[in-house]
């Protein structure tokens, strides 16, 4: 039943955001004279040669193990498909039933923590959406609703992929600890891929604790740092490195490229994994 309060259908708001009228009136989209459109460029083409790469790989589903290493788009396994030795990262809980490429039943986790990352969503925002293509440009869109509406609201499911990404951070420690065996599961195996994999993971950590949930679990809501002088050094210690937060992400997206490029190659016979002892 009308109240009589509602616009009626011919009502004309004034355009809110850069348009509305409260700003200064500048035709031009923007006043900008450096080559501004580089950075949302280049980043939108490393995210998507990322998003081809992986994809390739997921659904080739071939070459992602090569004794010792798996590889980490493709771990842990957990269907019982998957090409790797029984007592490594093979774990079969999904048995025969899934018949398509392991990768894509892991890939969901780290995927969707970084796909949440408070830096991530700045990099497709202005890379993809051009919400804004950068700063001090006007973006294209007529009305800004931030990540209040769906689908944006599912960012805020960014804590709970934390957890799972730690979950997957130490399995792909076990993993590189596991790199320190050779193909008769003998320990006391180095390799270049074992080098590979310990700067993988430490790049991995690194990017994982320096998000900005693990800033606001390690040292949020405490009044009193005094009173707790751990927690206190962990987040003066999360802080250093999520001031590093995009850098951290941005290696180690290329570090899980280059890892998971190195096992293909050399479980193509591509090349040899060259050994120190």
Not at 5 to 10: D, I, K, M, Q
Not at 96 to 122: D, E, M, N, V
Not at 230 to 257: D, E, T
Request: charged share 15%.
């Amino acid at each position: 039943m009308a109240t009589g309060t509602e616009p009626s259908p011919t009502d004309h708001r004034p355009p809110s955001g850069v348009r509305g009228a409260g700003r200064a009136a500048i035709a031009a989209p923007h006043l900008r004279t450096d080559r501004w459109w580089l950075a949302p460029a280049a980043t939108a083409a490393g995210l998507l040669a990322f998003v081809v790469y992986s994809t390739w790989r997921a659904f080739a589903n071939a070459d992602y193990y090569a004794a010792p290493y798996v590889s980490p788009l493709f771990s842990p396994c957990l269907a019982e498909n998957c090409q790797t030795m029984r007592s490594g990262p093979n774990w079969d809980l999904f048995g025969s039933w899934w018949s398509l490429s392991p990768a894509i039943i892991i890939l969901i986790f780290p995927l969707g923590f970084r796909l949440t990352c408070y830096y991530y969503r700045k990099a497709y925002y202005r890379g993809f959406w051009a919400s804004p293509p950068a700063c001090a440009v006007a973006e294209p869109h007529k009305k800004y609703t931030g990540e209040t509406r769906f689908p944006l609201i599912l960012q805020n499911v960014h804590r709970y992929f934390f957890y799972a990404a730690i979950v997957v951070a130490g399995i792909l420690t076990y993993d590189t600890a596991l790199a320190f065996r050779d193909e008769h599961y003998a320990w006391g195996h180095m390799g270049l891929g074992t080098l590979v994999f310990l700067v993988n993971i430490v790049l991995i950590w690194a990017y994982t604790i320096s998000c900005h949930s693990c800033r606001h679990i390690v040292g949020g809501q405490l009044k009193h740092f005094s009173r707790h002088p751990v927690r206190y050094r962990a987040w003066r210690f999360v802080g250093k490195l999520n001031a590093h937060h995009m850098l951290l992400a941005w290696v180690s997206l290329v570090s899980v490229s280059l890892a998971d490029l190195y096992v293909y190659l050399v479980a193509s016979g591509a090349f040899d994994d060259p050994r120190f002892f």
